[in-house]
């Protein structure tokens, strides 16, 4: 039984992102090699639906693949059918109707709990992020790091948001504003930070005291499980999280329909963003209130080079940011735009520093880039790099790797028209299209020109086109001279405009107003 904290509790410790692992320290290298032992001997394992509780095996599964060894099993997921998923919104709606009235303060320690136990089990959750998502060390161990931080950054604006909201006094009256919960929401998190973005999903939606059904992408639903154990371990009650494998067509779509649903969380592509969003827009017989969603969709993001940048540091960028995590990020930069002046040296320093990626074996420490997520990925970049090869030059990669998994060469197609398909689509991969800017108003007119409006960076020395950038520059996170990509929880609010999503700004102050409703009071004196 959960009981109530008492007000003048501290809010712990004023919010610190949780430090990356060093690897050139002996000692971390060794924790993490063991991780990776403990993990790999626990592959294979089934992981039943969670509902109220009560673990349920079905007779389907959905398979879990490494990435970068297709053939080996990383888990088997029973996969759930309407009829569970009516049970599961059942089973969320009863239990909303107690964890509504648990205080602000002990629904955030189960989130501060949580985060002590990821925390304490830190290498063991990257090293599942290696086998299932194809990570290297560096790239799981940010997103483990990410996922402690959502936890402990959203515990402490519930408290924040659950204490005395200012108003304007008025003599006579009492008045007191406060933040309630929505009812059951469906939480559908993206399979690129399938621990980070998932936990912050789900944890700002149950500590803001709503409910969920989480349905985990079906490429990595074996580490949302795993995750859900945390949960319970951290005291979450029955039925408050309930896990529930699916496919879209059947579960998703079911449950984004359903008139019991409040709200919808989503990540994932701009088509499915979409699609949720009409749906959820329809009103369901018996539903009393209008769905909100609250959708991150993902980024055509470009990085601009003007004359007078650092020209290493930029084409450092443009490659970190381009091939980090085979370029699986919605901030990924997946568009340079170079001034002429500088063109072609940027070119050669990019053509360069792409040669020197390590690309390999997720599980070893000298790896920094390795495969994309499944044959379906694989497939679709292959596809866009052949149509980039008619529009543009080859300078780098061009195909596939030789050798089994789902690895991509990096790849860098030039001298494209700014309106050429990889110059506008979202690829997904290790692909980066670059075109040249006479001016510095080209290449800003050429970098708003997308459906998106997630990530940008701007490469300059010079002052006035900063200022231009800052206020012309339409994307939701605009970084200088620095790379588009590795956002930190309090530091950087993520979320972007246009087709980008909602910009419900995750790891910022006012994200949990997404997932509350604020309600007046007013007594006569």
Not at 139 to 159: K, N, S, V
Not at 313 to 325: D, H, Q, R
Not at 336 to 357: F, G, M, P, Q, S
Request: aromatic share 8%; with cysteine.
């Amino acid at each position: 039984m959960i009981v109530e904290v008492r007000p003048e509790a501290p809010l712990q410790t004023e919010f610190k992102n949780e430090p990356f692992t060093d690897f050139s320290l002996i000692e971390n290298k060794n924790a993490f090699l063991s991780a990776l032992k403990k993990v790999e001997s626990e592959l294979g394992k089934h992981y039943p639906l969670v509902i109220g509780g009560e673990r349920v095996s079905t007779e389907k599964k959905i398979l879990s693949l490494n990435p970068a060894e297709p053939e080996q099993i990383v888990g088997m997921v029973s996969k759930a059918d309407r009829e569970l998923a009516e049970r599961a919104i059942q089973t969320a709606s009863e239990a909303f109707g107690k964890w509504k009235s648990v205080p602000a303060a002990a629904r955030a320690r189960c989130l501060f709990k949580a985060a002590a136990i990821l925390r304490r089990r830190k290498h063991e959750f990257s090293a599942w992020l290696v086998f299932e998502a194809g990570k290297p060390w560096a790239e799981a161990d940010g997103d483990t790091a990410e996922a402690i931080d959502f936890l402990e950054f959203y515990a402490r604006q519930m408290l924040r948001l659950a204490g005395y909201q200012p108003l304007v006094r008025l003599q006579g009256e009492d008045n007191e504003l406060t933040y309630i919960p929505l009812g059951v929401g469906l939480v559908i998190p993206p399979w690129n930070f399938p621990l980070a973005i998932m936990a912050g999903m789900t944890g700002a939606a149950l500590v803001s005291g709503n409910t969920v059904v989480l349905k985990p992408a079906s490429v990595t639903p074996v580490i949302a499980a795993k995750f859900l154990e945390v949960l319970e371990e951290a005291g979450v009650p029955d039925g408050v999280v309930n896990f529930l494998p699916g496919s879209g067509a059947e579960v998703g779509d079911y449950l984004v329909d359903h008139p019991l649903t409040r709200f919808v969380s989503f990540t994932g592509s701009k088509e499915t963003g979409l699609r949720i969003n009409e749906r959820a827009a329809k009103t369901a017989p018996g539903q009393k209130w209008i769905k909100r969603v609250i959708a991150e969709m993902g980024g055509k993001d470009a990085i601009v080079v003007d004359e007078s940048a650092d020209l290493e540091a930029a084409a450092a960028a443009i490659v970190s940011s381009s091939f980090g995590f085979s370029g699986q990020k919605c901030s990924a930069c997946s568009r340079a735009i170079i001034h002429e002046a500088v063109y072609d040296e940027v070119l050669e320093l990019v053509r360069l520093k792409t040669n020197e990626i390590s690309i390999g074996e997720p599980a070893k420490q000298e790896t920094w880039m390795g495969p994309v997520i499944d044959e379906a990925a694989y497939k679709n970049v292959l596809k866009y790099i052949e149509i980039g090869k008619g529009e543009g030059r080859l300078i780098n990669g061009g195909g596939k790797m030789e050798r089994k998994g789902y690895f991509i060469q990096p790849t860098v197609i030039v001298d494209l028209d700014p309106k050429a398909r990889i110059m506008q689509e979202e690829i997904f991969g290790p692909v980066v299209a670059v075109t040249k800017a006479e001016s510095f108003d080209q290449a800003l007119e050429i970098a708003n020109d997308t459906d998106f409006g997630l990530t940008g960076a701007v490469y300059s020395n010079n002052r006035e086109h900063l200022e231009k950038a800052r206020q012309e520059f339409h994307v939701g996170n605009l970084y200088f001279n620095r790379k588009c990509t590795g956002a930190l929880v309090g530091v950087h609010p993520f979320g972007g405009f246009n087709m980008s999503g909602t910009d419900s700004k995750a790891g910022g102050n006012d994200y949990l107003l997404q997932f509350t409703q604020g309600k007046l009071v007013s007594e006569l004196m």
